[in-house]
């Protein structure tokens, strides 16, 4: 009995600290953690193998907390190892009085996980519900290229566990057999408004696992023995098992009866009520460990030395290098080529001279090209197929690059809209993110607005408008107008730690640059100088300003024409140019406004300075037609259309 007393004892200390720190706080979830006292005591001070004083350690099992929300939880747990904290590799030891700043400004305990505020126990940011097991399974696919034999445990809620990412993480687990991943369910039977669904019950969520392919393991989650029993399980599942899922019948409030049921989620203890909360604590405590001797105590096994780690290898080709190398060189010389395609050619280039280069896409890679990585029997290894579940996808992303990878994800730029949320969680954790979203714009014509990103500009611009836990644009938002714009841009976010999106087109397009051409994150290019006025445009629409540009010259109005491929931009050097021409500019882009139209109004209204801005983009719901210029004719973007507001804003007649 003296392991389970201890575990008791353990458990009902933390509970204890938990309830005293969302106290404090004024704010927290003190009844999710105390569902998760015994899970969390047998997990960090017995279980995984870990040293508190290098929670990042590569090699070391690892726990998502998918449940975010329970936090208080581990911070416990972490003061009474003495676990290491901190920003910049300046970590210290958070001790037991560190737990009374939980939530405040400067400290590093954050309403939810984060390991970007200090907390690197933890490798993803989480409590927005439904994307920690994702994490999970990234972190797992990241150890296996490495060849680290480390465990991940992820803790879920019963409630969280309908949100259909779940269902898209526990397929994907069984798929690729990941069973180094444990998906522990901590069913104590309440959600915020009241109680779980009967489809999220224990018996339900079990028999769920056993039909997806699981081994199942239902337990007393308040069990010493029965949780320690069943990690022994899972540590020694071999490679040929099925992936094991562990359903933990809990109670909220654990140990406090005067804080279970309804109406007490996300409801700290104070006065009266916390004083009742710790007795009954305390009379549990006598009760469960009248066993415990001072000798008892818990052994944490350290993670194993890692090899060493892969590095970039060799000089990155050109476009023209390695399209001789694929004989593809007739392809060159027609002139023009998809930007899809040339991404394509660069993830398959990358993968060669940088091992930690990961591709993951989401049932559409023959359209994405990013199959021409996976058809690479050198890099198949590393290309992850995760089928139509781009939420997924993106978390396991995020995972992956806690994991040391340098993750590329592709689908439709139109289905990226599926995981915003998650690409926000990403950001937030600080993750090593590549986005590359094809076929985007109107310009893919025939399959109509259902498969076109339109509102993609705007959202992921907004990214650019503010900076990430290192001080960078927390997305670059990127949109190359040819094939050797789109390959080097390929190389440049792969050298870049952080996250970009990059949007690419069906059709093809002349090449406009040549592979001697420099691309840069913030950058732009002037392909045309002129004196009247400066048009900006990016991606497919450079291409229709630059015949809009010829039309000018014929009509005696010279203009200039930016490639304005990234977002942000040098706002200085952009607004020097549009002044050398009267101070006059017209935006034009194939998606909804709040892109670059936008960008460079703000640039404008921020200088102060006497501008003239006349923004073009898609301002109807657009709907099917056989060409991208019929597409153009429909939403009023053809080079004739910017000929007619170029003369109006000059007042040409």
């Not at 339900?204 to 029993?229: F, M, N, W």
């Not at 992921?460 to 190359?480: E, I, V």
């Not at 390929?490 to 691309?519: K, W």
């Amino acid at each position: 009995m003296s392991f389970e007393a201890a575990v008791h004892a353990q458990a009902i200390e933390l509970d204890r600290l938990a309830i005293d720190m969302t106290a404090d706080s004024g704010s927290g979830h003190p009844t999710t953690a105390l569902s998760l006292g015994h899970l969390i005591t047998v997990l960090m001070f017995r279980t995984m193998r870990w040293s508190p004083d290098f929670p990042d350690y590569p090699t070391s099992d690892r726990l998502v907390l998918s449940e975010g929300h329970a936090v208080p939880i581990v911070y416990a747990a972490a003061a009474k190892l003495g676990t290491k904290v901190g920003k910049d590799g300046d970590l210290r030891k958070l001790t037991l009085a560190d737990l009374k700043t939980l939530r405040e400004r400067d400290s590093v305990l954050d309403g939810h996980p984060n390991p970007m505020e200090g907390f690197p126990f933890f490798d993803a940011a989480t409590g927005s519900l439904g994307q920690g097991l994702s994490v999970a399974a990234g972190l797992a696919e990241a150890a296996r290229i490495d060849g680290f034999d480390k465990r991940i445990y992820c803790i879920i809620g019963d409630g969280e566990s309908r949100e259909g990412q779940i269902t898209e993480a526990l397929d994907i687990i069984v798929e690729r057999k990941l069973n180094r991943v444990l998906p522990i369910f901590n069913c104590n039977e309440w959600g915020q408004a009241g109680r779980v669904s009967e489809q999220q019950s224990a018996d339900r969520i079990a028999a769920k696992l056993k039909a997806a392919g699981y081994t199942v393991k239902v337990i007393d989650g308040h069990s010493p023995k029965q949780i320690d029993e069943a990690f022994e399980a899972f540590g020694a599942l071999t490679d040929q098992d099925a992936p094991m899922a562990l359903v933990a019948k809990t109670v909220k409030g654990w140990g406090a009866p005067s804080m279970q049921g309804g109406g007490w989620h996300g409801k700290p203890a104070t006065g009266e009520a916390l004083a009742t909360a710790k007795a009954e604590l305390d009379q549990r405590r006598v009760e469960l460990t009248t066993a415990l001797s001072s000798s008892d105590a818990f052994t944490i096994e350290p993670p194993t030395e890692p090899p060493a780690m892969a590095e970039p290898t060799g000089e990155w080709p050109s476009l023209p290098e390695t399209m001789k190398k694929l004989d593809m060189e007739s392809v060159l010389h027609t002139g023009k080529l998809a930007t899809r395609r040339a991404y394509g050619i660069a993830l398959r280039a990358l993968g060669h001279v940088d091992p930690r280069v990961v591709v993951l896409d989401a049932d559409v890679s023959n359209s994405t090209f990013a199959d021409a990585f996976a058809k690479d029997d050198a890099l198949a290894s590393r290309f992850v197929e995760c089928k139509i579940a781009e939420q997924n996808m993106v978390s396991m992303a995020a995972g992956m690059s806690a994991g040391g990878k340098v993750p590329f994800c592709s689908t439709f730029a139109k289905f990226f809209n599926r995981a915003y949320d998650q690409i926000e969680m990403a950001i937030n954790s600080g993750a090593n993110l590549k986005m590359v979203g094809s076929h985007a714009g109107i310009t893919l014509a025939a399959d109509g607005p259902s498969q076109m990103s339109l509102p993609d500009v705007a959202w992921f611009r907004a990214w650019s408008t503010m900076k990430d836990h290192r001080g960078n644009p927390g997305c670059y938002l990127l949109q190359p107008a040819d094939a050797f714009a789109a390959y080097a841009l390929t190389g440049v976010m792969a050298e870049y730690e952080g996250a970009c999106y990059m949007r690419t087109l069906r059709a093809e397009t002349e090449f406009l640059y040549n592979e001697h051409e420099v691309f840069n994150l913030g950058g732009f290019h002037v392909l045309h100088k002129g004196r009247d006025v400066c048009i900006c445009a990016a991606g497919y629409m450079v291409h229709e300003a630059n015949r809009a540009v010829e039309l000018l010259d014929q009509a005696g109005i010279s203009a200039t024409l930016v490639d304005l491929y990234s977002l942000p931009f040098d706002s200085d050097m952009l607004l020097d140019i549009i002044m050398e021409n009267n101070g006059m500019a017209i935006s034009i882009e194939d998606n909804y406004g709040g892109g670059i139209g936008s960008a460079i109004a703000d640039a404008m209204t921020e200088a102060g300075d006497a501008f003239t801005l006349e923004q073009m983009h898609v301002r109807r719901i657009p709907k099917s037609a056989k060409t991208p210029d019929e597409m153009l004719q429909m939403c009023n973007l053809t080079a004739g259309d910017l000929v007619a507001k170029a003369k109006s804003i000059l007042q040409v007649v």
